[in-house]
């Protein structure tokens, strides 16, 4: 997105005017913007992760191992040209602050998990459920806030869960 130095709200270079003020114009306050935004993202990716479970079946794949591993790797890198909400990580610290964007969070969380159990069972069928659905839920979360914050190195994004799998042999 390039931003357009002149004043005019109608550019006439046809480029984005992006200052904060002008935004706001859409919006009635700046807490009607992060509802906003927060709405986005729950839609955006919920209808993301449906999307990427009835493109990839499962019998594509060597093993369930490999078949998450390869979400997981999704979830790390997105696909090319995918404009993914970069400020989801931030409304999680506004919740303390706005029983709105609080509540929204939540359902946020709520709608996803449910996907997410959706979608497992889908693949996996009863064995998977509301635990297996949870912890992606937490593995997700946490790699969106890591890859936000730049302090994943990207060498593990092809096997996460198969690192994670290490750690319970005997």
């Given at each position: 997105?390039?931003?357009?130095?002149?004043?005019?709200?109608?550019?006439?270079?046809?480029?984005?005017?992006?200052?904060?003020?002008?935004?706001?114009?859409?919006?009635?306050?700046?807490?009607?913007?992060?509802?906003?935004?927060?709405?986005?993202?729950?839609?955006?990716?919920t209808e993301k992760c449906k999307a990427w479970f009835l493109e990839h079946d499962r019998r594509d794949y060597e093993s369930n191992l490999a078949y998450m591993n390869a979400f997981m790797s999704y979830v790390a890198n997105g696909k090319v040209g995918e404009e993914r909400p970069n400020a989801t990580t931030q409304t999680y610290v506004l919740t303390h602050y706005n029983e709105e964007v609080a509540r929204l969070v939540k359902a946020e969380f709520k709608e996803w998990r449910e996907t997410m159990e959706q979608c497992l069972i889908a693949v996996y069928g009863e064995a998977a459920g509301k635990q297996e659905a949870e912890a992606m839920m937490i593995l997700i979360t946490g790699t969106f806030l890591c890859n936000y914050n730049g302090v994943l190195t990207g060498g593990i994004n092809h096997n996460i869960i198969g690192y994670l799998s290490n750690l319970a042999k005997s």
């Open positions: 997105m390039t931003i357009c130095p002149c004043e005019s709200d109608a550019c006439l270079h046809g480029e984005v005017r992006t200052d904060v003020a002008f935004i706001l114009n859409y919006f009635e306050s700046r807490d009607d913007l992060v509802v906003s935004y927060v709405r986005y993202t729950k839609d955006f990716m």
